[in-house]
Nanobody, 126 residues
Framework: VQLQASGGGLVQVGDSLRLSCAAS????????MGWFRQAPGKEREFVAA????????YVADSVKGRFIISRDNAKNTMDLQMNSLKPEDTAVYYC????????????????????WGQGTQVTVSS
C-alpha cells in the first residue's frame, strides 16, 4: 500500500482546510486508516481514524467537533475536513493505514499502523 497526502497549506485562524490521502494497492480499501500530526519538537499525535468500510470513526478530543474523517473506497481516498482551525493545529499531517483485513479496531498508537504517507504541512496563522 502506498499513501499520498495532499491539501495542506497556510490558513488563518477559524478557516477550514480539507486534507486528502490517496491510497494505491489492491487491498487498500480493506484496511483501517488514520491521520496523525507532528508539530516541531513534539511527538507524533493521533488525530482521527476510520475503519475499512467507513462505518466507524474515532476522533481525538483535541479536534472533536471540528475535524471530520471520511473515506471513499471507490476512489481509494480518505479525507480530513478541518474546521475552525487554531494555531495549535499547526503541524505536518500524515495519513496511515493499518494492514489488517476488515477490522473495526481503531488504534490510536502510531506503532499499530503499517503504511505511511509523506506528510503535508498545515500552518494556521493568527
Amino acid at each position: 500500500v502506498q499513501l499520498q497526502a495532499s491539501g495542506g497549506g497556510l490558513v488563518q485562524v477559524g478557516d477550514s482546510l480539507r486534507l486528502s490521502c490517496a491510497a494505491s494497492g489492491r487491498t487498500s480499501s480493506s484496511f483501517n486508516m488514520g491521520w496523525f500530526r507532528q508539530a516541531p519538537g513534539k511527538e507524533r499525535e493521533f488525530v482521527a481514524a476510520i475503519n475499512w468500510s467507513g462505518s466507524s470513526t474515532y476522533v481525538a478530543d483535541s479536534v472533536k467537533g471540528r475535524f471530520i474523517i471520511s473515506r471513499d473506497n471507490a476512489k481509494n481516498t480518505m479525507d480530513l475536513q478541518m474546521n475552525s482551525l487554531k494555531p495549535e493545529d499547526t503541524a505536518v499531517y500524515y495519513c496511515a493505514s493499518r494492514g489488517r483485513y476488515y477490522s473495526d479496531y481503531l488504534p490510536r498508537s502510531s506503532l499499530e499502523y503499517d503504511y505511511w504517507g509523506q506528510g503535508t504541512q498545515v500552518t494556521v496563522s493568527s
